[in-house]
């Protein structure tokens, strides 16, 4: 259980650093807009709004439910492209390289 609690610290690190880097919107967007069957949604929203709208709810439910998590997470791969010559964004692409490995971790930690 220790892994799993562990993504649950590093989800509520994310929310903070996206509010610290005013990545964090007010306003969510459409219905259409989150019902997208593009990868990261990147048709219809930017991807800090994926992982505000998307990713952080989705982990969190699974989470809440005590379901298991993904046996793969590669979030970082996509802020890395998305903000790739953005010298700020460093400690951000770290954090999800963080989060993708936890939630490896947590995978396949034995789950009851």
Known sequence: ???RIRVAALLIDLEADLRNRLLW??????????????PFC?????????LQFVFLPR???????????????????MAEVHF??????LELVDLLREIDRAVVAAHRQPFP
């Open 25 to 38: 919107d007010a306003v969510e967007p459409a219905p259409e807009a989150l019902a997208s069957t593009q």
């Open 1 to 3: 259980m220790h892994e």
């Open 42 to 50: 990147i048709d219809t929203l930017s991807y800090p709004q994926w």
């Open 59 to 77: 982990m969190r439910a699974l989470l809440d439910a005590g379901q298991p998590l993904p046996p793969q997470c590669a979030i970082a791969e």
């Open 84 to 89: 790739a010559g953005v010298a700020e964004a």
